[in-house]
């Protein structure tokens, strides 16, 4: 008995583990796409800091602020708008052009 529970639960882990890489990779090709060859920064966010300023400071100029701030929300799991100070976000940064 105590063996079948053990089985679910590491299939269970097998399936998130495999759903969440296919998520990420979805959002990584969705982030490719529009804005290019880019890497992923863990930023903290700082008192007074919103989805906007963040993606004012670290957008592509060629790409909008909304479309930039959906892209940050959906590979942070964002439903709305809020974000809290001394958390973290992953976001989106386009790699310089090597000269």
């Not at 079948?4 to 495999?18: E, G, M, T």
Request: with cysteine; hydrophobic share 45%; proline share 2%.
């Amino acid at each position: 008995m105590k063996i079948k529970y053990v089985k679910i639960f590491i299939a269970a882990l097998v399936l998130i583990a495999a759903f969440s890489a296919t998520a990420f990779a979805a959002v990584k090709t969705h982030v490719s796409e529009r804005y290019g060859d880019v890497y992923y920064e863990n930023i903290e966010i700082k008192r007074g800091d919103t989805l906007w300023t963040i993606a004012e400071e670290y957008k592509p100029s060629r790409v909008s602020t909304r479309d930039y701030i959906q892209s940050v929300k959906k590979i942070n799991g964002l439903t709305d708008d809020l974000i809290y100070e001394d958390s973290f976000l992953i976001i989106p940064v386009e790699c310089a052009a090597a000269d």
